[in-house]
C-alpha cells in the first residue's frame, strides 16, 4: 500500500526518532510510505488557542498537500484529532464551503498509527521486540477526539519480550493540554505530579504514548525527578526488532 506520512511539528523539530520509526515499521511491513515536503503544521495549535483564521492558511495547505493520498498516517492522536475534528469547522467558519468538503474528504483517509495498522492493514503482530517493562500513557487527544480506544495495547500486547503493566488511573489527563501547561502552570504541574506517581508505582523501565507532545511533558518531569523512567514513543517500541 502507498501510505503518505504528515509527520507533526514535534516530531519534525524535538522528536525525529518517532518519524523515523513510524517509516521503518511501515516499510518493514512491505508498505511505500511518501513523505510530501511541502507539508507543515496542521494547525491545531492556532486553533486551540483561539487563532482560528491564522489557522485557515493551515487547513488549506494539509488538504492540497495530502488531498491526492488515499491514506494518509500521523503519529499523534492529537493531530489527526484536530485534522478530523476542526479543519472543516475552521473551513467552514470563513466561509470556504469548498474547502471544508476536502476538509473532510482528506480527513477521512487519515488514521492515528495504530488506527492504520488495525482498521486499515488488519494488524496486530508487527514483528516488534522489546524486553523492557512498559506502561502505557493514553492520551486525551487520542481517546476523545481520535477515538483509538484500545488499539495501541492491542499491539504493545503483541511485541516479544514486553512486559506490559497497567497504568493506575491511566485516563486522567498528564496535563500538558498545549498551551495550558504555560496559561496554568501550576494547575499543569499538579496534574503531571499525579501521572508521574501513577508511572513510577508500576516499577516500568519506560512509559510510552502516542503523541510526542504528552511524552515531552511527562518525560521532562520523570528526568527532572531522576526516576530512571524514560518515555519512547509507540511508533519507536513497534519499529523494534531483536536484530536491529
Known amino acids: 500500500m502507498r501510505i503518505a506520512f504528515f509527520a ?70 492529537s493531530c489527526a484529532g484536530s485534522i478530523r475534528h476542526q479543519h472543516s469547522m475552521v473551513a467552514s467558519a470563513y466561509g470556504e464551503a469548498g474547502l471544508a468538503a476536502r476538509s473532510e474528504s482528506v480527513a477521512a483517509r487519515t488514521y492515528e498509527l495504530s488506527e492504520l495498522l488495525i482498521d486499515v492493514l488488519k494488524i496486530e503482530d508487527v514483528g516488534a521486540y522489546y524486553p523492557h517493562r512498559v506502561t502505557y500513557h493514553p492520551t486525551c487527544h487520542s481517546l476523545r477526539m481520535t477515538r483509538v480506544g484500545d488499539k495501541p495495547l492491542r499491539l504493545l500486547r503483541q511485541v516479544r519480550g514486553l512486559d506490559l503493566v497497567e497504568l ?73 526488532t531483536e536484530y536491529a
Open 8 to 77: 507533526t511539528c514535534l516530531a519534525d523539530t524535538l522528536f525525529p526518532e518517532a518519524a523515523k520509526a513510524t517509516v521503518r515499521l511501515l516499510e518493514r511491513l512491505g508498505h511505500e510510505v511518501v513523505f510530501p515536503p511541502e507539508q507543515t503544521c496542521c494547525g491545531q495549535m492556532h486553533i486551540n488557542t483561539g487563532y482560528q483564521k491564522e489557522a485557515l492558511p493551515l487547513v488549506k495547505r494539509y488538504a492540497t498537500t495530502f488531498d491526492r493520498y488515499d491514506v494518509i498516517v500521523v503519529p499523534s492522536g
Open 168 to 240: 493506575p488511573a491511566a485516563e486522567q489527563c498528564c496535563g500538558f493540554g498545549g498551551t495550558f501547561s504555560i496559561k496554568n502552570a501550576e494547575t499543569s504541574t499538579a496534574m503531571l505530579a499525579d501521572k508521574m506517581t501513577n508511572i513510577v508505582s508500576t516499577g516500568a523501565d519506560v512509559c510510552t504514548a502516542g503523541d510526542t507532545s504528552c511524552l515531552m511533558h511527562i518525560g521532562g518531569g520523570l528526568s527532572r525527578l531522576k526516576t530512571g523512567v524514560r518515555t519512547v514513543h509507540l511508533a519507536e517500541i513497534l519499529a523494534s
